[in-house]
């Protein structure tokens, strides 16, 4: 038990690397706010775009969404900041962290607002366009409020998933909890670093997962 | 627009690179059957355990749940890889993946088989019960069936990202897909190994992503 908690919880290592892991921690809290907000508006943006049905612009958001959906962000991640500088363009680490997870959000933020707006009653459009109010303000107050509601428990699921991807950046170089762990790690010869940062991203996350069981529950599940 | 078509899409070094990315795609798809099949065996005792009656099980599981919910994945991998050796358990980088993936995939899938479960309406069960079917019967015969049938979707739209997720196990050098690519690029200097590997992941993820998009129901209002 001992050895565990000198390997797990050694309160030397604890104390030594403490500020690193918190300054990963404002990062990883900063990268994941700008992914959320950038890819949530994006994604509703190009929902209300595809809601107009203009069969070009259509044809390239369903594109989008679908490969963003498909492509793993780390293969991404990895093709920007390793292929670009070829040809000529150099994007630090963290912009290109928040660039390719803020477009997967975007991508999946899209199919479930497009979701939302394709739930609401056709003859919520309808009635509204009937009472002369015409397809933008049907649009953004008849339909919007209702879709928004309806997306909120898979979004919210959708951001914890992405925004604890922030962890990728680690991979390039970015200084967040888990890459300031990991350096610390190898310079400590020691696991409580690990133990940090998996505690850090739960202090982060956790509230996170909380929030969306509980708008899953407030918005119950029904088939 | 001739530098963009020698570092993205260079055929010579594409051919020089697709045995390599061939057998990183063929550790990629036996990666992608141990974690997608222990997932969902896993994610189907964590689901019914945390709909249990009993509280010792019911709570565990919900906080089992939470916990893998919250922790990325990566950190996760990295602390199974580079974490437990320092307590003596050295793992080879294929099984760190499979556990390391289990975890985080069994509170994923145990989401939605949790869903699916309670979609099934109770009387269900009482009637099975009634009609002298024993509780493991009723479940095997009569709620699973119907429970994994409402969530079809979701489970195939978890699997995707089961799937995507197994790039992740480049980081610890497990020689899959990503990790062959990102090698051949590094030799290279050209990034369209990783472009021949984003296309391979696309080609094989596409037409799920479709499926899911198709048989998308409507949001509970």
Partial sequence: ?223 | MDAFLQQFFNIDILMEAMPLLMRGLWITAQLCVAVVGLGLVGGLFVALASISQRRWLKYPAIIYVDIFRALPPLVLLVFVYSGLPFAGLNLTPFAAVVVAFLLNNSSYYGEVYRAGLQSVPNGQREAARASGLSETQTLIHVILPQAIRNVLPDLLSNTIEVVKLTSLASVVSLAELLYTANMARSITYNATPLVAAALIYLALLWPLVRLVSRYQRPLAI
Wanted: aromatic fraction near 10%; glycine fraction near 8%; avoid cysteine.
């Fill in chain 1, 1 to 223: 038990m001992d050895r565990f908690l000198a390997t797990f919880f050694n309160p030397i290592t604890i104390a030594t690397y403490t500020p690193a892991v918190l300054e990963g921690m404002k990062i990883t809290i900063i990268l994941a706010v700008a992914v959320t907000l950038a890819g949530t508006l994006l994604g509703l943006a190009l929902a209300m775009l595809r809601t107009f049905g203009i069969r070009p612009i259509n044809f390239f958001i369903i594109a989008f969404a679908d490969i963003g959906r498909a492509l793993p962000p780390l293969v991404i991640i990895l093709l920007v900041y390793f292929g670009l500088p070829g040809i000529g363009i150099r994007l630090s680490g963290p912009m290109v962290v928040f660039i390719v997870l803020a477009l997967t959000l975007a991508a999946f933020a899209e199919e479930v607002f497009w979701a939302g707006f394709t739930s609401v009653g056709k003859g919520q459009w309808e009635a509204g366009i009937a009472t002369g109010l015409g397809f933008p303000v049907t649009l953004s107050s008849i339909v919007l409020p209702q879709a928004i509601r309806l997306a909120i428990p898979p979004l919210m699921n959708r951001i914890l998933a992405i925004s604890k991807m922030t962890a990728l950046g680690s991979v390039v170089g970015v200084q967040e909890i888990l890459g300031a762990a990991s350096a610390a790690q190898s310079l400590s010869g020691s696991a409580t670093p690990l133990t940090m940062a998996a505690l850090a991203y739960l202090a982060i996350f956790l509230p996170v997962a909380l929030l969306a069981r509980l708008a899953e529950r407030r918005f119950a599940w029904k088939i």
